[in-house]
């Protein structure tokens, strides 16, 4: 068990719909990171944070995505106007201060659009 | 820009053989470099890192990986395979200049073992 839990686990919706996703890292990940993984793929980096602080954005993340982590704690990624292509598994990480190379990652959030 | 390869997306083996999964990774300074297990609808889990020191590092589960710089390679091992074994295997890797940061992956390989 990482200590990394995300909700929900599972998301069907319909196109054109909003999502959001939650992913709670333990209280001591001063870095949350957020991957995609489709279907037969490799994970692809979204964006990190460092404590409240969005450090960077990959160019996957289009105008429609937007995550936040009030108080450094807890992460939410939305998606606005939901399209097919976004199905897929959205994972998130947490990174300890001063253990800069291990990430833990959550269950992820399987999300089907329809 | 980093680039990770594995090469074959599918391996099978038999219980009790050798597993070999290969990785080849593309950078102007050697990364950080890990290999990540995935069970079906499972989040990843982390077998092995090298970071620095000792270019064979031993893991969870019996694995091991050897770094090889010459080559820029991080093949993954196991001497026996076990059914339990069968799971999505990704090789990672992150820049050292960023304490870490964002992984880049590899596109998998999965690994069948039968009985």
């Known amino acids: 068990d990482t200590g990394v839990s995300q909700d929900p686990r599972h998301k069907i919706t319909k196109r054109g719909q909003n999502v959001t996703f939650r992913c709670d890292p333990i209280?001591?990940?001063?870095?949350l990171y957020w991957y995609r993984q489709t279907l037969g793929q490799g994970p692809e980096f979204l964006t990190y944070f460092q404590n409240e602080a969005q450090l960077e954005k990959s160019r996957l993340l289009s105008d429609r995505f937007s995550a936040e982590r009030p108080k450094g704690s807890f992460s939410t990624l939305e998606i606005q106007r939901t399209e097919q292509g976004d199905s897929a598994m959205y994972l998130c990480a947490g990174q300890l201060a001063g253990v800069f190379y291990e990430q833990y990652f959550g269950p992820g959030t399987r999300l089907t659009v329809t | 820009a980093q680039s990770v390869t594995q090469l074959g997306s599918h391996v099978s083996v038999s219980e009790g053989a050798l597993v070999l999964l290969r990785c080849n990774y593309s950078s102007s300074v050697p990364p950080y470099l890990f290999w990540y297990v995935q069970y079906p609808n499972q989040g990843l889990q982390l077998l092995l890192k090298y970071t620095t020191g000792a270019t064979l590092v031993k893991g969870i589960n019996g694995f091991e990986a050897e770094f090889k710089k010459s080559e820029t390679s991080f093949h993954l091992t196991k001497p026996s395979a076990h059914m339990s074994d069968a799971a999505e295997y990704f090789c990672a890797v992150s820049d050292r200049g960023n304490q870490g940061g964002k992984l880049i992956f590899g596109q998998g390989t999965e690994l069948s073992v039968k009985p």
């Open positions: 209280s001591e990940h001063n870095r």
